[in-house]
């Protein structure tokens, strides 16, 4: 371990430029969850600048009668498939015992596939995640400066470097997990440099939501930018979206992982916008939380949902609102009149409206802004779910919380994506190695003095004896094997890459 303190505080020569240009990269403002999304802060929802209305016209030109048809085959397919959602409920959402991942039933694979969403059962033993909750009570106390939302009554905790956060995320069975689950990603350039066999650490907050809460009223949305789904600068580096924008969305496939590694999802700065490529969000339960417990909510669509809050800035109503508005009352918008194929009409010129985004904020849906998606009763609620339990869904998937807590107990989470190894998430290690060794809030959130006077946080010379090697590759402190055996071209460039980036070696 001293190896590896010594390549933070007297790095190689490249190391130090890297650290240098962490250093002086703007941290975020202060902030907390309310300010990543608009309905948390009290914003409205409009129309955008003019830009985006010219955006949307250079994204389909040429293309516009393919993608009206394509339209229309989708409003066919979600016709079909909400019932059936509906119908299963909790059922519809793919689960797997933890001893049972090496040997995985076809029939979890092919729905975590089409679903997007998965429970993996005992991650972790349920007296050890007992013990680990009790422990962040204690951290909590001992620090009553701990910034959280809402403030009145906190929720949600703006911690990142607690001894059980670091400990969870270094859990060999937690990163078992996630390399199993994120070797459902696949990529169409065997060379390309990317592994979902060597996860990074992605330092995220943890929920203690209340029995009673309804302020955490976080509705319908999708992490990893907004706006930038639509802009070329953003996702449109990649083309991940460019079969749905070319009118054959049925050829969109979400698990192409070689597309997204340009991506740039965070051009807006925003406070809480992921600029790291997280596979999979996912939390490890501390509580036991059934549906209406103030528990997660997902849509479990994928591919269609993905497709229709894509194309949905491009179509409006032609009944059942006033002329140029863009929402109907909640009982029209449930009509089938209203929802009707026949009713929608893609604009004749490009409107400035993108549904539900706002730059530097989360991508947000409602029932009024979506209709297709029907998302009062799309939105299924995670089943019940056990300390030590873990939740993940995919990168594009709709998910939410209760609106309120009706439950009798806490709803406490530690929230760990699944993060492969990527150049952009081997730099991003870098400004969250810096920002832990400083107990400064992760670099994707807001900004501020953190946990730096916290009691009791833990330190870089800690982690060795804590997490051991692979907790602390995944950390960025120790380096990674390049020469182990099995690896794919791809993976031996990407560690190697990743060493010089983190400054192992120049």
């Not at 190896?3 to 202060?30: D, G, Y």
């Not at 995220?204 to 992490?223: E, T, Y």
């Not at 026949?342 to 009024?368: C, I, K, R």
């Not at 916290?454 to 051991?468: F, N, P, S, T, Y």
Request: glycine fraction near 8%; aromatic fraction near 8%.
């Amino acid at each position: 371990m001293l190896s590896a303190i010594r390549s933070i505080r007297q790095p190689t020569r490249r190391a130090a430029t890297q650290l240098r240009t962490a250093a002086t990269q703007a941290q975020k403002r202060a902030g907390d969850i309310s300010d990543a999304f608009v309905s948390l802060s009290g914003q409205k929802f409009e129309p955008l600048t003019s830009e985006y209305a010219d955006l949307k016209g250079r994204l389909i030109k040429g293309r516009e009668s393919e993608v009206r048809e394509s339209w229309e085959r989708l409003l066919r397919d979600l016709r079909k498939e909400i019932p059936l959602i509906v119908e299963l409920g909790s059922d519809v959402i793919p689960e797997i015992e933890f001893k049972d991942i090496d040997n995985t039933p076809d029939t979890f694979s092919n729905e975590l596939r089409k679903r997007g969403v998965a429970v993996v059962r005992g991650v972790v033993p349920e007296t050890e995640a007992l013990q680990w909750k009790e422990e962040l009570k204690e951290y909590i106390r001992q620090n009553p400066q701990t910034k959280a939302f809402p403030a009145d009554n906190p929720q949600v905790f703006e911690l990142y470097w607690s001894r059980i956060q670091l400990l969870a995320r270094g859990n060999p069975s937690l990163l078992k997990t996630h390399r199993f689950l994120m070797s459902y990603w696949h990529s169409l350039n065997p060379h390309a440099p990317l592994s979902t066999q060597h996860p990074i650490s992605y330092a995220d907050r943890l929920r203690m939501r209340l029995p009673g809460d309804a302020k955490f009223a976080l509705g319908p949305h999708v992490d990893g930018g907004s706006v930038e789904r639509w802009d070329e600068n953003g996702y449109g580096l990649g083309k991940v979206y460019d079969s749905i924008w070319k009118g054959k969305w049925e050829e969109f496939d979400p698990w192409e992982a070689s597309c997204r590694l340009p991506v740039v999802s965070d051009l807006h700065q925003g406070v809480g916008a992921a600029s790291a490529f997280r596979m999979f969000q996912g939390w490890l339960s501390l509580s036991t939380t059934g549906p209406f417990e103030g528990t997660l909510l997902v849509n479990p669509l994928l591919a269609k949902a993905t497709a229709y809050y894509l194309l949905r800035p491009f179509f409006s109503p032609k009944r059942g609102v006033e002329p140029g508005a863009q929402t109907a009352s909640e009982a029209t918008t449930n009509s089938d009149a209203f929802l009707a194929s026949d009713n929608w009409e893609m604009d004749s010129t490009p409107s400035p409206w993108v549904h539900g985004a706002t730059p530097g904020h989360g991508q947000e849906l409602s029932h009024l802004l979506h209709p297709h998606l029907q998302l009062q009763k799309s939105m299924i609620h995670m089943p019940k779910v056990r300390p030590g339990d873990y939740v993940a869904w995919h990168c594009d998937t709709i998910h939410s919380v209760d609106k309120t807590h009706a439950g009798k107990a806490d709803s406490s989470v530690l929230y760990i994506p699944a993060c492969p190894m990527t150049e952009d998430n081997a730099n991003y290690l870098i400004r969250q190695r810096e920002n832990f060794v400083n107990g400064t809030p992760s670099p994707d959130f807001g900004g501020g003095i953190g946990e730096s006077e916290h009691v009791g946080r833990i330190k870089a010379e800690d982690l060795q004896q804590l997490v051991g090697d692979e907790g602390c590759r995944a950390m960025g402190l120790k380096e990674w094997d390049s020469a182990e055996q099995g690896l794919t071209p791809g993976q031996r460039v990407i560690l190697d890459r990743a060493n010089k980036i983190l400054g192992f070696y120049d």
